[in-house]
């Protein structure tokens, strides 16, 4: 069964930085794709970014140029970059992983952007 930890969330000024992991236990195959989303109060999920086994990234609009995606799979463990963060950026994070139909959640960390 394969699980997913999130970590690195927490309270930043606006412009400030924050890193965020993932780190999956249990076995898939490389081939799968990684992701992050978020869901701030009130609001349907969001997809943020995801990266593929080999390397194909794909980051929402709306982070784009502020936010990257890294993954290291001998480790199993993604990570997302969150540089020049905002008020709106302010969500849990959750991290994905699917393949084929398969798909798994973490459970999420929160990320707080505030004077």
């Known amino acids: 069964q394969v699980q997913l930890v999130e970590s690195g969330g927490g309270l930043v000024q606006p412009g400030g930085s924050l890193r965020l992991s993932c780190e999956r236990s249990g076995y898939i195959f490389s081939n799968n794709v990684m992701a992050w989303y978020r869901q701030a109060p009130g609001k349907p999920r969001e997809f943020v970014a995801s990266i593929t086994g080999g390397g194909s990234e794909t980051i929402a609009d709306s982070v784009k140029g502020r936010f990257s995606i890294l993954r290291e799979d001998f480790a199993n463990t993604m990570f997302l970059e969150m540089n020049s963060l905002k008020p709106e950026d302010t969500a849990v994070y959750l991290c994905?992983?699917?393949?084929?139909?398969?798909?798994?959640w973490g459970q999420g960390t929160q990320v707080t952007v505030a004077s």
């Open positions: 994905n992983v699917r393949l084929g139909v398969a798909s798994y």
